[in-house]
């Protein structure tokens, strides 16, 4: 893993970052990613909410998914 990965409404899809990751997984994280974007532009996630999900809780996410722990 290279420490970092793109998220957000501009990123490519998990399963072009991370060619080596399950087909399901990076479905997965791509859902997740396209769902905090969604709820963040809905006004459903704060700016504060959606700071920590995209800087703390996502990330932690994406290691597991990409480490093969989900």
């Known amino acids: 893993m290279s420490g970092t990965f793109e998220q957000g409404?501009?990123?490519?899809?998990?399963?072009?970052?991370?060619?080596?990751?399950?087909?399901?997984?990076?479905?997965?994280?791509?859902?997740?990613?396209t769902s905090i974007t969604t709820l963040y532009l809905a006004g459903l996630l704060t700016d504060k909410q959606a700071n920590e999900i995209r800087t703390k809780k996502f990330p932690r996410v994406v290691t597991k998914a990409?480490?093969?722990?989900?």
């Not at 990409?66 to 989900?70: E, M, P, Q, S, T």
Request: proline share 7%.
């Open 9 to 33: 409404w501009a990123a490519r899809p998990f399963a072009q970052q991370f060619p080596e990751m399950n087909a399901d997984e990076a479905k997965r994280l791509d859902y997740i990613n």
């Open 66 to 70: 990409v480490l093969g722990k989900r």
